[in-house]
């Protein structure tokens, strides 16, 4: 949970970067733009933004309202070695140097270009220094860096001589919107920090995450809970089906079970998983088995078992909806009990049907 009520702006700078020229010859693209600020490249501000006491709460709010998201990330690098992740290493220089902010917001902006191609956008990148911003609980220090692609046309109201009003046109940033954004946490160092990421990535999510950032989900309890719900539906919709002959309204009744269980407890453990969702032995036993394999991929703690996210179930409650598709005529959602499905064929029509049981229409 991320509170920035009483967070302070104390450090920040606005810097433009613009697509990079694609080019046969990468190498000598990249010396032509990436050592002197220019059209091609990037034009790197002189100085820090002075934010007066009348407009702080306003520009704090604007970079910090597009994270709710409770999935967070840490920084990485291919060789596991932190050091080699660019914004890890920036981000670091400001946190033990205050001083040091401008120089490495400029090299956040050369990282950005290079990461950039001939299909990106002209953007405007703010670099902030936050100060008692909360994550979890515990106030720290916190780098932001947003990157703004497009500009929005506004109407200004003026008040002229002739006591009557007039208009002007202009174009700026939206103040209500974050195209793309991070938060990178003083906490965690050791680790890769506590990062977290704008909600409004749309298509550039993976540009941002993996090229920018170089940063991976962290392995905290709503990274175990969404990944455990993902692995509950694979296991039910496609490896029981291989195993036994199961209805889809059977499917839809342990999807439906699934979801109670995660609603309703605290905490996963998989003895009491199978015990309450697959009392089966021989399902349950399978289930063990498949999640054997599935767990070691990803990390999940479902042997040890780990506390329920409840942000992680509510983001995850699309995997809950439980649908027979008929043809291209019915869709049947099930949300409760498969025994008042009866599936049946009907031999003079040479079609399958389903008859549903229901004490009262609403």
Known sequence: MINGLFATITHCILHKVNPRIASDDEENAGKQNLDLPDEQGYILSENEIAIDKEHHDIMRDFFLNAF?????????????????????????????????????????????????????QIGYVFVVLFSDLEIDGCKTDAVGIFKMDTRSRFMKIRFDDNDSFGIDYDEGIDLNKVERGCLIFNTERDKGFIVAVSENLGRYSRYWIDGVLGATQRKDEYYQTQNTISMCKDFVTKQLPKEYEVSKADQAALLNKTKEYFEENTAFDIENFTHEVLPDKQVADDFKSFTQQYSDELDLKTDEGFKISEGAVKKQSRMFRSVIKLDKNFHVYVHGNSKFIEKGFDQEAEMQYYRLFFKEEE
Not at 86 to 97: G, K, L, N, T, W
Not at 99 to 116: E, G, L, P, T, W
């Open 68 to 120: 709710k998201a409770k999935e967070l990330y840490n920084l990485s690098s291919e060789n596991d070695t932190l050091s080699e992740n660019v914004i890890y290493r920036c981000a670091s220089e400001i946190f033990d140097m205050k001083d040091s902010f401008r120089y490495q917001a400029a090299d956040i902006v050369r990282h950005m270009y290079n990461q950039s191609d001939d299909r990106s």
